[in-house]
C-alpha cells in the first residue's frame, strides 16, 4: 500500500494562500481514491475535498465555496491542496487519505493517513 506525507502547512493571515502537498511514496498511486480531511481542535475530523485517481471526479465540501482546488499528479505521485482566502475558521490540522478504488466522503473508509500538517489563520 501506499504511505502519505503531507506538507506545506503553516501560519497565515486571514484571506492569505496556502498550498499543500501530499507525497505518496509504495504502492501504485494512480489505484487509490484520495481526499484531504481537516480536525479543529475539539471538533470532529471532516472531509474537505475528494478526488479519483483519473482526477476526473471531484468532490469540494460546502465550506470550501470556491476557495480551495484540490488536485494530483500521479507521475509525481503527488496530490495537492490550494488553499485562497483563508478564514480562521479553517484552522485544523489537515490530513492527507487514500483507499483503494474510487474515493469516499466516509472518513472510515480510508485506510490510509498521513501524519497531519498544521494550519493555523491568524493575524
Known sequence: QVQLLESGGGLVQPGGSLALTCAASGDSFSDYGTAWFRQAPGKAREIVAAIDANSERLYNALFVQG?????????????????????????????????????????????????????????
Open 67 to 123: 476557495r480551495f482546488k484540490i488536485s494530483r499528479d500521479n507521475f509525481k505521485r503527488t496530490m495537492y491542496l490550494a488553499m485562497n482566502r483563508l478564514q480562521a475558521a479553517d484552522t485544523a490540522v489537515y490530513y492527507c487519505a487514500a483507499r483503494r478504488g474510487r474515493y469516499s466522503l466516509a472518513l472510515d473508509q480510508y485506510d490510509i493517513w498521513g501524519q497531519g500538517t498544521q494550519v493555523t489563520v491568524s493575524a
